[in-house]
């Protein structure tokens, strides 16, 4: 079992979950190597950095850019690319550390 599969069994069976993420698409917000704690959520919105799966490929960390009634939520990163929309969204970052430092609280 992948740490993206870990954390989705996390968050359907307790509602939280960390996970490290890693990459450059969120900074300056996320550094690479930040451990990110995510909880779920009855509704998301624009601005939340969450983790979803967006045509078949998790997500880990990126933004809600646009929601749509129709279409579900717009995904993107922190750098203007869109990955694309989705309705499945397992849950949002509350709070990123790096290095034993907090550098991101919902």
């Known amino acids: 079992m992948n740490k993206f599969e870990r954390l989705k069994r996390a968050l359907e069976t307790?509602?939280?979950?960390?996970?490290?993420?890693f990459g450059n698409s969120m900074l300056?917000?996320?550094?690479?190597?930040?451990?990110?704690?995510?909880?779920?959520?009855?509704?998301?919105?624009?601005?939340?950095?969450?983790?979803?799966?967006?045509?078949?490929?998790?997500?880990?960390?990126?933004?809600?850019?646009k929601k749509d009634t129709n279409k579900g939520y717009l995904i993107a990163n922190n750098h203007g690319y869109e990955n694309g929309w989705t309705r499945i969204i397992y849950g949002r970052v509350t709070e990123g550390e790096f290095q034993n430092k907090v550098i991101y609280k919902r």
């Open 28 to 65: 300056p917000i996320l550094k690479s190597g930040s451990l990110l704690s995510f909880e779920t959520s009855d509704d998301y919105e624009i601005g939340d950095i969450v983790f979803c799966k967006v045509k078949g490929r998790y997500i880990d960390a990126h933004k809600i850019v």
């Open 14 to 21: 307790e509602g939280n979950g960390k996970m490290k993420a």
